[in-house]
């Protein structure tokens, strides 16, 4: 089957660094790519890996390995506009299959 | 447009009533999504198009969901006689080509209340 697995929320404080995990099963692949939503809002394009390895955009990352099927998104520096949900996708085919999503709170 | 349009951005309806949602994707944008999002829950893909056709509608969840796409511009979809199931943000989302699956921009999205 298809399917993603992140925590359901990661508590971080103001200006410390937050890694948010993502572990996937599927029998076809494209990519993992990763999307930030603010509560009421729209999904937001964060970052996406085709390759393995580490993709850096200012202060987030993403990293992925394909053998393990795991991809974690890594944000630095903290700030409270970063309080949002966090969401795994990856590629199949034409379409995007989404994980639950990784609720972050930050704490001043 | 300059982004993602959907509307109307909050529908509250009574149960077995039609509702209709519609999306005007980013000028351009070939392929255009429909998802639905429940409340904390991750997004629900429903159907895609690549210009005017959907060459798949296997995420619609009943016969009651349709949808439309004309001049590889507009979407419309379609819920008949709605269920209070069917309640959830409805969210529109385009990309430049088909099968490009790193980045999607989406709308606001649609807020359906079926009492």
């Known amino acids: 089957g298809q399917s993603l697995e992140q925590p359901s929320e990661v508590t971080a404080v103001e200006g410390a660094i937050v890694q948010i995990n993502c572990t996937y099963q599927?029998?076809?692949?494209?990519?993992l790519s990763w999307y930030q939503q603010h509560d009421g809002g729209a999904p937001t394009f964060l970052s996406y890996?085709?390759l393995d390895g580490l993709e850096e955009t200012g202060r987030f990352s993403s990293f992925l390995s394909r053998s393990d099927s795991y991809g974690y998104l890594l944000l630095q520096e903290l700030q409270m506009k970063d309080s949002a949900s966090y969401f795994c996708?990856?590629?199949?085919?034409?379409?995007?299959?989404w994980g639950a999503g990784t609720k972050l709170i930050i704490k001043p | 447009g300059a982004g993602v349009s959907q509307s109307p951005s909050n529908k509250v309806t009574e149960k077995g009533k039609d509702v209709e949602l519609r999306c005007d994707p980013i000028?351009?944008?070939?392929?255009l999504y429909w998802y639905r999002q429940s409340l904390g829950q991750g997004l629900e893909f429903l159907i895609y198009f690549q210009g005017n056709s959907a060459p798949d509608k296997s995420g619609l969840p009943s016969d009651r969901f349709s949808a439309e796409r004309t001049g590889g511009s507009v979407s419309t979809l379609t819920i008949q006689r709605t269920q209070q199931e069917d309640s959830a943000v409805y969210l529109c989302?385009?990309?430049?080509?088909?099968?490009?699956?790193?980045?999607?921009?989406f709308g606001e999205g649609s807020r359906l209340t079926v009492l």
């Open positions: 599927t029998s076809g692949f494209y990519g």
């Open positions: 989302a385009s990309s430049f080509k088909a099968g490009y699956t790193g980045e999607l921009f």
């Open positions: 996708a990856y590629g199949s085919n034409y379409q995007l299959i």
């Open positions: 890996n085709a």
């Open positions: 000028s351009g944008h070939t392929a």
